[in-house]
């Protein structure tokens, strides 16, 4: 009876909520069914005008998160009649959100905490759904995690499937079909062979950039807007530290117009200013901010943004904060250097309020959006467990009333 398309943060748990309700539900993923250890294979290439970072596979995106778990635009959704708090409650619950247990927090990390405790600055742990039994603390989460210790929407989809639901790997959906403005299946390559499954409700959750080429296919012109919570990482020369080893992100700092979270990234070293530094020896800081939506996605899935005043504002501050930060846990200040300027959220192709309504329905009856699509502005941190508490909204929704 409904036909999913994606895996990711709004597909896994649809899945999974509906099958286990007895409705028959098949899922699309236009990537391979993997282990999470392969994930790394499987990130997207964009066009170079962005440094975008998702994955096509089983589990979208969610399978190289960080599984940082926190509430995002809760006072934003209300304005459009989103109440979110039962949702939030049951998807925390499910997924075992928690503050990670000392043993799981590095030598790295504690300086972060300290550091920006002694600054004043609101300093806590990151909300994480690692299993601390399972993690051994290798710092691999975005290159999808070696031995699954974390939460990813596959595990949703695997429930769903030993629920019943049938899962279709390696199709890409193109378009939805349409007959007399409902939806009733969708068109999708295989095996290299057009093919179409009909069926009675149809929800996208491509992405933001998946779903968005869909909806035009389809006649519904989303991607015109994009938000994608840039991000750098900035650090510098702290020697003997051994962060990149450490369980990446599990601290945060709560600025005004940025968040900062303990994070290393591979392309960090070569903006250090010291000689010959090695990865153990740098303490470095994700720097990540709200943006405007302003960019768009095109056809062939390529993806221009624009960086607004107040954009790059934002994180100027957030990365004068990072830096007092270093310099306070023993960074010499010095050798302190950035990535370059990246996003790993995007969203708000097909927002609520503009392409879907609150129970992100489109125009066209039956046809759902439910990932980071249809979020209506940027949230500038996480937003896994927004999607997910939407998805289980969705979820009930199509439970009691389709
Ligand atoms: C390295 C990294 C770390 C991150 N860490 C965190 C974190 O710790 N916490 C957090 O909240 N967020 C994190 N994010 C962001 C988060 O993963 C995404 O915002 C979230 O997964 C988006 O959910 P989604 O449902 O919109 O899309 P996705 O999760 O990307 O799912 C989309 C799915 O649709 C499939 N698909 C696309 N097109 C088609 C098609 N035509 N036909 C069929 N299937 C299709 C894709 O293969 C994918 O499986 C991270 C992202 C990255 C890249």
């Known amino acids: 009876m409904v036909i999913i398309v994606g895996t990711g943060a709004g597909g896994g748990i649809l899945a999974r909520e509906l099958a286990k309700n007895g409705i028959d539900v098949t899922i699309f993923e236009k990537g391979p069914y993997?282990?999470?250890?392969?994930?790394?294979?499987?990130?997207?290439?964009?066009?170079?005008?962005?440094d975008l970072l998702t994955t096509t596979c089983i589990g979208g995106s969610t399978i190289v998160s960080m599984s940082n778990m926190v509430r995002a635009l809760d006072e934003e959704l209300l304005d459009y009649g989103i109440d979110l708090s039962e949702a939030y409650e049951y998807v925390e619950d499910l997924v075992g959100v928690h503050d990670l247990d000392d043993s799981h927090i590095g030598k790295g990390t504690q300086l972060f905490l300290d550091a920006g405790r002694e600054l004043g600055l609101k300093t806590m742990k990151m909300p994480k759904a690692i299993r601390e039994e399972d993690c051994i603390q290798c710092g691999k989460c975005a290159f999808g995690c070696p031995v699954n210790a974390k939460w990813s929407g596959k595990d949703f989809v695997d429930e769903a499937v030993e629920a019943g639901a049938t899962l279709i790997c390696d199709a890409e959906v193109i378009s939805v079909s349409i007959k007399d403005m409902e939806a009733h299946g969708v068109n999708y390559v295989k095996d290299g062979e057009r093919k179409v499954l009909l069926d009675d409700l149809v929800i996208l959750a491509a992405g933001a950039i998946g779903s968005t080429l869909i909806l035009?296919?389809?006649?519904?012109?989303?991607?015109?807007?994009?938000?994608?919570d840039p991000f750098v990482t900035v650090g510098g020369y702290l020697k003997d530290i051994n962060f990149n080893t450490e369980v990446q992100m599990a601290g945060l700092v709560v600025g005004k117009n940025f968040v900062l979270s303990p994070h290393f990234s591979s392309f960090i070293r070569q903006n250090i200013v010291y000689d010959d530094v090695e990865d153990k020896d740098i303490l470095s800081i994700m720097v990540k901010t709200a943006d405007e939506c302003q960019g768009q996605v095109y056809n062939d899935g390529s993806v221009f943004k624009d960086n607004t005043i107040e954009d790059i504002r934002y994180l100027a501050e957030g990365v004068a904060t990072a830096g007092m930060i270093l310099e306070k846990a023993g960074v010499d200040p010095t050798t302190i250097g950035s990535t370059v300027y990246r996003g790993a959220h995007p969203g708000g192709t097909a927002p609520i309020g503009k392409i879907v309504d609150s129970n992100l329905e489109t125009d066209i009856d039956n046809l759902f959006v439910c990932d980071a699509s249809v979020l209506p502005i940027s949230p500038g941190k996480p937003p896994i467990l927004t999607i997910l508490a939407l998805a289980k909204r969705l979820a009930d929704y199509i439970i009691n009333n389709k």
């Open 34 to 50: 993997i282990e999470s250890k392969d994930a790394f294979d499987c990130y997207d290439v964009y066009n170079k005008q962005v």
């Open 216 to 228: 035009r296919q389809t006649g519904i012109n989303a991607g015109t807007r994009i938000f994608f």
